[in-house]
Structure formats: C-alpha cells, structure tokens
C-alpha cells in the first residue's frame, strides 16, 4: 500500500515547523528567574528553594533547614540499607560523608550573602556565625553513636530544627530592630542665596 503523498509531505514538514512553535510555546510557560539570596535562581533553587525573590539572610536560613534535611534523609536511606551498626562501616556511609562535603559547599554564597546583610549589626552578624557554626556540628552528628536505640537517634537528629528556628527568630528580631531605630541621614538644605554665594 502506498503512502498518500500530502501526508508524507505533512509529516516531514512537521518537525521543521514545530520547534519554532514550541519554543515561542515554552518561553510563555517557563518560570520567571529572579535573584534567591544574591544568585539567579529559578523558584525551585536547589540550595534555598522557598525563599524566590528575597535578600540573602532569607535564603541562608532556608538553606541551612533544607540542605540538613536532604543529609538526614540520605543517612536514613543508609540506616535503613545496612542498619545502625552497620551504617558506619567500610564505605556504608559514603553517600552521607559526600552529602556532608557537598552542602557545606552549596552554603557558602548564601552564607557569605547572609554576613553582608547582616552586617548592620554587630550581634546579628555574630548570630550568623554562631548558626552557621551550629548547623556544621549538626551534619557532623548526624552519624549513629554506638548504644543509641531509633527513638533516640531519631529525637536527636530531629532537635537541631528547634535550635535553627530559635536562631534565626533570633537574628530576624535583631535585624528588625536595627532597621527600625536607624534612620538614612538627611542631607541639610541650604538656602538658594547661600547656594548662590559660593
């Protein structure tokens, strides 16, 4: 049976035709990028994806929940694979170790975006560091101590939530405060003769 020629002719002119279409298509469909923490980001940025279109000490602290939760979630997944006692032996926690080493490096912009905001205050910028501080010890811990039953381990690696939450109220009242007490000098006005005279 032959091919009818118009639909042959229709259906090799088709892909030449629709890209052009589909990418004016995917261009009114594609999220809008707007700055997350000082970097250009989509909505779903991978190092603070909840705070799109706000300043860095908004994405920092996004960061710092986020990026222990994928660590934990990964030294989970190890725990359930080998078992507690296992889940430090040989190279059983490698995935967890590599985690550890990756977001210490995917923090480190909104970090140093976090310390330039911050930077109004003495006590907000030492607020930073102490969290950021924190929240390194809190990877590190995530590790099973030897002894520990899963009620335990589990309310452990769950406490450090509570503890970023009191710091960051913390430095958030901080900073707030300093920005409502201090008010943009004012440039004096001179009178138009005076102007005028030098």
């Known amino acids: 049976m032959r091919f009818p020629t118009a639909l042959l002719i229709a259906a090799l002119a088709a892909p030449i035709a629709f890209p052009a279409f589909a990418d004016k298509a ?13 970097n250009p980001g989509p909505q779903y940025n991978y190092v603070c994806p909840n705070t799109d279109g706000k300043g860095g000490l908004d994405c920092y602290f ?21 078992g507690y006692e296992k889940s430090e ?27 330039r905001e911050a930077s109004i205050s003495t ?25 520990e039953s899963d009620d335990e381990y589990k309310a452990r690696v769950a406490k450090p939530y509570d503890d970023f939450r009191v710091r960051i109220d913390g430095i958030r009242k901080i900073v707030s405060i300093v920005k409502e007490n201090t008010t943009p000098p004012q440039k004096p006005e001179r009178d138009k003769k005076q102007r005028r005279r030098i």
């Open 26 to 38: 995917a261009d009114s469909v594609l999220p809008q990028y707007k700055t997350i923490g000082g």
């Open 62 to 82: 996004d960061a710092v929940q986020h990026l222990y939760t994928m660590c934990r979630h990964i030294k989970s997944i190890e725990v359930i694979e080998f």
């Open 89 to 115: 032996e040989g190279v059983n926690g490698a995935k967890s170790e590599y985690c550890v080493d990756k977001q210490k490096l995917n923090i480190t912009r909104p970090y140093q975006a976090a310390l």
């Open 123 to 147: 006590q907000a910028v030492e607020g930073v560091r102490s969290l950021q501080e924190f929240w390194l010890d809190a990877l590190v811990k995530l590790k099973w101590k030897p002894g």
